[in-house]
């Protein structure tokens, strides 16, 4: 009679800059070599890593998609990026983009300290995903898979980006308060209904229990400095995840970035009643799939010629 899986859980720490201390989450079932591979999770703009990865919802199967993939055999991580969650927050920075592509590089190098070297699959989400493109495209020895979620490339056409009322204020300050109404509107922003209440309540529990503010670099840079990656130099396999009402980025924006994608091993998936927070969505299931799939997929033996 096979025993129950038993996924455990433990806090770890690195630095950056000499001081600067990052918080890393890691979840395994047994082996903690992760046989199936090693995954990097990167939070977005709003919140920090448990809340967004590692998420329990009572009745909710599969609600952690860390505990997902975990239980399939993988080494799971998540890092809180600067300015979030348990990683350092009193710095006189607003936490760009490519700090967080640093956290990235930062988290990576302790893994492969710890574990032994082994070539990342890595995961992001809204800014998340343009931290882990950025990261990629600097160190893309240290990333096997590349899947971005809910990103924007130039901000073309993007109906939630078209509103940069706000942009002054946020380059004003550091820091922007944050609230359960808050939370709620990431919800309500693109196509309310596409997340369950329960869902969206447990999320807000939990971010806040970390968190009363977040970093305004993502927004700044989003609002204003795109784009923040060159898909010329992400060489990786990559695939894009586009939530079918998501409103961060137009679906032609994505296009063109595909298009630019050099290594052929790239996949485009539109996730049908997915707006913006992907893993939280009623539609979840279907991002654990493409991700699996994607992560799982076997390299090329034989690639022709060019």
């Given amino acids: 009679m096979n025993k129950p899986l038993r996924i455990t859980g433990t806090e770890h720490w ?11 989450w890691n979840k395994h079932a047994g082996d903690p070599s992760g046989p199936a591979g090693r995954i990097l999770l990167v939070h977005g703009s709003s919140m920090a890593s448990q809340p967004t ?3 329990h919802v009572p009745g909710r199967p599969d609600s952690s998609v860390m505990d997902y993939f975990a239980a399939r055999g993988y080494d799971t991580w ?13 710095r006189d920075n607003n936490a760009p983009i490519a700090y967080g592509a640093d956290d990235c590089f930062a988290a990576a190098s302790y893994i492969d300290k710890l574990r032994g070297k082994r070539a990342l699959l890595l995961y992001g989400i809204s800014s998340g995903a343009l931290r882990a493109a950025l990261f990629a495209q600097r160190h893309p020895e240290m990333v096997a898979r590349l899947a971005l979620d809910a990103m924007v490339w130039t ?3 993007s109906p939630t980006l078209a509103e940069r009322k706000r942009l002054p204020e946020f380059r004003a300050r550091n820091r922007r308060p944050i609230d359960r109404k808050f939370v709620r509107s990431i919800f309500e922003r693109d196509h309310p209904g596409t997340a369950d209440d329960a869902v ?7 971010i806040l229990k970390l968190d009363d503010s977040v970093p305004t670099g993502t927004y700044v840079d989003m609002c ?9 130099k992400i060489t990786v396999p990559t695939l894009i995840m586009r939530g079918e009402y998501d409103g961060i980025a137009s679906l032609p924006d994505l296009l063109k970035f595909f298009e630019k994608l050099p290594n052929p091993d790239k996949q485009f998936a539109v996730m049908p009643g997915i707006a913006h927070a992907s893993f939280h969505q009623k539609n979840y299931a279907i991002c654990y799939h493409l991700l699996a799939s994607f992560f799982a997929q076997p390299e090329p ?4 010629s060019h």
């Fill in 14 to 24: 690195t630095t950056k800059d000499g001081g600067v201390k990052l918080f890393l």
């Fill in 53 to 55: 990865f590692d998420l």
């Fill in 78 to 90: 998540c890092v809180d990026m600067e300015g979030y969650g348990r990683s350092t927050k009193d």
């Fill in 155 to 157: 901000g073309e056409g």
């Fill in 200 to 206: 969206i309540e447990a999320f807000a529990d939990a």
């Fill in 224 to 232: 204003a400095n795109l784009p923040v990656c060159d898909p010329q």
């Fill in 301 to 304: 033996v034989y690639r022709g």
